[in-house]
């Protein structure tokens, strides 16, 4: 394996002390491994610290990968202003980890080209044999699933700061996603705020260990429960805990569409005379591995229609503009979060009228990649 200490130095330019200090790293005790850490992300308050201490851990081979890459880790954390932009950084990093577990994969990150075009994410290269490009894209939740998970934040933060020794929960299955909804609970946030804490320091003085109770959160319709449980043990802070809430899907019917976006998006920076796969992932829970076959049918159906303009739209030249770097596409793949007995975690499509085919061997290890590994 070739070890490199810095992005503008060539593989046979890394020399004994070079290796050395690359040792040193990867034998670091766990402070140091932290402060590691805190350099790349900065501090940042965020999973990502704590995927990055996981994987570091685990992979000799993604330490290696890290510390080559390190200053363009830490830019990108930086750079990143929102969570979710944060969140992008890992699943991004996500990849380089999944590959390197396997001996055959050696990875690069956005490598230099002398075109005018963005580079993919990642060149990989396989078996010492068949190089090929990745490109990455995270297909980010609704503007509604954001605003809840954003309302619930709010509501987990405040009320595990009142004395207790409860635990609560909202049941919300009887729910609709909808504006109306949302704007209901976001308005009279202070109101179910007040409510629950009241709720909580009252029946902590009747519940029994062990115990539990279910209230109606009042101005809801009757449909929001809250869920209070007197816990066996006493915890240390004193204060009330967060058991995982039933929550409402915002679905708004329009999910394939960030799919088709992605592919739209990311097509054009695939490379010509190679084998490029674009990898798809979403934290969503109204996302599914089945929106992206269904909008592959449906790019497929406006091509036979021969809707030129929809694809003017999209920034081609007409269709003709969008099927010429279609050939460069070998496969899309979308990294489920979720395993199924009945179905492989993963959902690799394949574009049977590429240039160049995924292998089968490949198709098998991206197909399963990461079950069982993410965090």
């Known amino acids: 394996m070739i070890l490199c200490c810095s992005e503008n130095r060539k593989p046979e330019q890394v020399n004994s002390a070079d290796h050395l200090q690359l040792r040193l790293i990867l ?24 995927a990055l201490k996981y994987w570091l851990n685990s992979s000799e081979r993604f330490a290696e990968f890290v510390w080559r890459y390190r200053d363009k880790i830490r830019k990108k954390c930086t750079n990143a202003k929102s969570f979710e932009d944060l969140e992008d950084v890992r699943f991004e ?6 590959l390197l577990m396997d001996q055959r ?3 690069e990150y956005e490598k230099q080209s002398n075109t005018i075009h963005r580079m993919p994410d990642f060149a990989v290269n396989f078996k010492n044999q068949i190089e090929f490009n990745i490109e990455v894209k995270r297909i980010r939740q609704a503007d509604l699933s954001q605003r809840f998970d954003e309302w619930m934040e709010d509501v987990v933060t405040t009320i595990s700061m009142v004395p207790s020794n409860l635990g609560f929960s909202l049941d919300m299955t009887h729910i609709d996603g909808t504006l109306n909804f949302l704007t209901q609970i976001e308005t009279k946030k202070k109101e179910i705020l007040r409510f629950i804490e009241n709720t909580i320091r009252k029946e902590d003085t009747i519940l029994r260990s062990g115990s539990s109770s279910e209230h109606l959160i009042p101005g809801l319709d009757e449909k929001v429960i809250l869920h209070l449980t007197k816990l066996k043990y006493r915890k240390e802070a004193g ?7 039933v929550e409402p899907l915002f ?8 799919f088709a976006d992605a592919i739209f998006e990311k097509i054009t920076q695939m490379v010509p005379g190679m084998m490029n796969v674009l ?3 979403t934290t969503s829970s109204t996302h599914e591995r089945e929106d992206l076959m269904y909008a592959i049918r449906s790019i497929n159906s406006l091509m036979k229609k021969k809707d030129d ?16 770097p279609t050939k460069y596409l070998s496969g899309v793949l979308f990294k489920g979060i979720w395993f199924n007995a009945s179905q492989p975690p993963n959902l690799l499509w394949c574009n049977s009228k590429a240039e160049h085919q995924i292998p089968d061997d490949l198709q098998v290890y ?7 590994k993410r965090i």
């Open 309 to 324: 303009d929809f694809f003017a739209r999209k920034g081609f030249n007409g269709i003709s503009g969008f099927l010429d």
């Open 27 to 50: 034998t670091l005790k766990p402070m140091q491994s932290e402060e590691q850490i805190e350099y790349l992300t900065k501090g940042r308050n965020h999973p990502i610290a704590t």
């Open 251 to 258: 679905y708004t019917q329009k999910e394939p569409y960030k």
């Open 239 to 245: 204060l009330t805990s967060y058991h995982m809430t």
């Open 366 to 372: 991206l197909s399963s990649m990461g079950y069982g």
């Open 105 to 107: 994969f050696e990875v």
């Open 279 to 281: 990898v798809c992932s």
């Open 93 to 98: 990093l996500e990849i380089p980890y999944l």
